[in-house]
Antibody, heavy 118, light 107 residues
Framework: QVQLQESGPGLVKPSETLSLTCTVSGVSVRSYYWSWIRQPPGKGLEWIGYIFYSGSTYYNPSLKSRVTISVDTSKNQFSLRLSSVTAADTAVYYC????????????WGHGTLVTVSS | DIQVTQSPSSLSASVGDRVTITCRASQSISSYLNWYQQKPGKAPKLLIYAASSLQSGVPSRFSGSGSGTDFTLTISSLQPEDFATYYCQHSYSTPYTFGQGTKLEIE
């Protein structure tokens, strides 16, 4: 059974960098490709970007200048860094896998709330 | 960017009702359209992918149809556990975008 678990600080100060890690279990990170998706409180879903195990990345243009997604195949993890955060970046961040269902997001972590506040 | 617009934004219905939610893309996306269900405090769950393929483990009362720009999600007979928010999402090209959501409430 494939499982994803997000980890990282729940509180980040404005202008600092948000860093989250997703630990993948039950499958190798080499098997699928991996995304980050976020959801501000009470609002809809926003795709942040994705990464292949090779390291190739695609980012949402709205965030591209601030986002880095990386993968560590030795630890079976992938990570998100979002720089220069503001209160608008406060959201639940989900790590997500695209595996066996076409191009759809079929494997989701539980999500982690990151609040940007001083 | 390709935008997807859902309607209605909210819907009241009763157990046993047949419900349809629509999603319209701003340009043709072939069949690259997916549907998710989200309950409060939980991660979204994939229901339908590629417009009409039922994800493994999802009850058969859920179905999807459409291609090009117009798509529908149908729940044939609402069950109590189906009251949730539903999102469509295109996977035709990046950036992938989601609809604004349809909140399905008990009438």
């Amino acid at each position: 059974q494939v499982q994803l678990q997000e980890s990282g600080p729940g509180l980040v100060k404005p202008s600092e960098t948000l860093s989250l890690t997703c630990t993948v279990s039950g499958v190798s990170v080499r098997s699928y490709y991996w995304s980050w998706i976020r959801q501000p409180p009470g609002k809809g879903l926003e795709w942040i970007g994705y990464i292949f195990y090779s390291g190739s990345t695609y980012y949402n243009p709205s965030l591209k200048s601030r986002v880095t997604i990386s993968v560590d195949t030795s630890k079976n993890q992938f990570s998100l860094r979002l720089s220069s955060v503001t209160a608008a970046d406060t959201a639940v961040y989900y790590c997500v896998g695209v595996g066996a269902a076409g191009n759809a997001f079929d494997i989701w972590g539980h999500g982690t709330l990151v609040t940007v506040s001083s | 960017d390709i935008q997807v617009t859902q309607s209605p934004s909210s819907l009241s219905a009763s157990v046993g009702d047949r419900v349809t939610i629509t999603c319209r893309a701003s340009q043709s996306i072939s069949s690259y359209l997916n549907w998710y269900q989200q309950k409060p405090g939980k991660a979204p769950k994939l229901l339908i992918y590629a417009a009409s393929s039922l994800q493994s483990g999802v009850p058969s009362r859920f179905s999807g149809s459409g291609s090009g720009t117009d798509f529908t999600l149908t729940i044939s007979s609402l069950q109590p556990e189906d009251f949730a928010t539903y999102y469509c999402q295109h996977s035709y090209s990046t950036p992938y975008t989601f609809g604004q959501g349809t909140k399905l409430e008990i009438e």
